[in-house]
């Protein structure tokens, strides 16, 4: 029987095989076709482990990218959640799954990949959205407001072009 998670990158499966044994039924269906390149909308319960579905295949590319030294200083993926959604889903969904894989990646003799992220909202100070022009972040958090601005403001759009994989979570409040 063929394991869904031998398609990921080794740290990325030992990782996730560590933390939660075995994929939910939403994860198991959405990861081929994201690592397909398909589009993909996922409904299902609260706590199936929609998020993650959509953001481990996304961190196996860029774990992949960057084992390879090909993952450039530009930002690849866009998360697009409420402000009310972002703080929970950012800590268990990307912050801890970015920690747990770069410590698999060394355990298992890969080179250390480190994926930057940034949380862009109204509040972010002017420093920071002044580092994320000088440095962008490789995954961008923001909510539907902020994206609005960095889409209208050249200097945004320039950040955006480099984008391969927009994430929407909470479709409804987007539209």
């Not at 969904?93 to 949380?119: F, H, K, S, W």
């Not at 923001?142 to 979570?169: F, H, K, Q």
């Amino acid at each position: 029987m063929h394991d869904i998670l031998d398609s990921f990158h080794p740290a990325v499966a030992n990782w996730f095989r560590r933390t939660y044994t075995v994929p939910t039924l939403p994860q198991a269906q959405a990861w081929p076709l994201i690592q397909s390149g398909r589009h993909v909308l996922i409904a299902a319960p609260t706590g199936s482990g929609k998020t993650l579905a959509a953001f481990l295949a996304t961190i196996d590319a860029l774990v992949r990218l960057g084992v390879r030294g090909q993952l450039g200083n530009e930002t690849r993926v866009v998360y697009v959640s409420p402000l009310k959604a972002l703080s929970n889903d950012i800590h268990r969904n990307l912050e801890e799954p970015l920690a747990g894989i770069r410590q698999e990646l060394v355990a298992l003799g890969y080179p250390d990949v480190e994926i930057r992220t940034l949380v862009r909202t109204g509040d972010t100070p002017q420093a920071d959205r002044s580092r994320m022009r000088r440095q962008p972040p490789h995954i961008l958090v923001t909510t539907p407001e902020s994206l609005y601005i960095l889409l209208t403001s050249e200097s945004g759009r320039a950040t955006l072009a480099s984008t391969r994989t927009v994430i929407v979570d909470e479709i409804h409040a987007l539209a």
